[in-house]
């Protein structure tokens, strides 16, 4: 799997945290199930940050799931090349927000489980392997930092 250099894939646990994928902290609570236990808001960087990755893995799995509910091509799996899938999909999300815009009230997303419940281009660079390095725990930590100070002045 291959990632442009400078973008990441959100992962669980089960891939490293290398370049181009982010995963969680380990032992630290993440599902938001955890959250609505009553244990109260995050307690340091690493909670916040595991709440955060934690809530956007469940906005684009609740997306691909309407995605797929509505574009049958997405369903099953690809005969066309890496690159016309990549072409395929977006052109499924432009008519996706075509659509969205045309139509506030979108009746497939009333048929799709609430996301909680639900438990390469020429001449640019890209990851292709997904060995741990020192350097990329050490931007996680960063970021989770500077989210949690932001999240702390925000009050």
Same mark, same amino acid.
């Given at each position: 799997?291959?990632?442009?250099?400078?973008?990441?894939?959100? =992962?669980?646990?089960?891939?490293a945290n290398a370049d181009g994928f982010l995963t969680p902290y380990r032992g630290v609570r993440y599902h938001?199930?955890?959250?609505?236990?009553?244990?109260?808001?995050?307690?340091?960087?690493?909670?916040?940050?595991?709440?955060?990755?934690?809530?956007?893995?469940?906005?684009?799995?609740?997306?691909?799931?309407?995605?797929?509910?509505?574009?049958?091509?997405?369903?099953?799996?690809?005969?066309?090349?890496?690159?016309?899938?990549?072409?395929?999909?977006?052109? =499924?999300?432009?008519?996706?927000?075509?659509?969205?815009?045309?139509?506030?009230e979108d009746p497939l997303e009333v048929e799709l489980p609430d996301a909680c419940e639900v438990d390469g281009?020429?001449?640019?660079? =890209?990851?292709?392997?997904?060995?741990?390095?020192?350097?990329?725990?050490?931007?996680?930590?960063?970021?989770?930092?500077?989210?949690?100070?932001?999240?702390?002045?925000?009050?």
């Open positions: 799997m291959e990632v442009v250099q400078g973008n990441y894939y959100l =992962c669980d646990n089960g891939y938001l199930k955890e959250w609505d236990s009553g244990a109260g808001g995050p307690q340091n960087k690493e909670e916040l940050f595991n709440l955060k990755h934690s809530s956007a893995r469940n906005v684009i799995e609740s997306t691909f799931g309407l995605l797929k509910v509505r574009w049958g091509i997405l369903r099953s799996q690809s005969v066309y090349p890496i690159d016309v899938q990549s072409k395929i999909i977006i052109a =499924c999300c432009l008519l996706h927000n075509f659509i969205r815009n045309k139509m506030p281009e020429i001449g640019v660079e =890209c990851i292709s392997s997904s060995e741990g390095n020192p350097i990329w725990p050490a931007w996680r930590d960063e970021l989770a930092s500077s989210m949690y100070n932001e999240w702390l002045t925000r009050g």
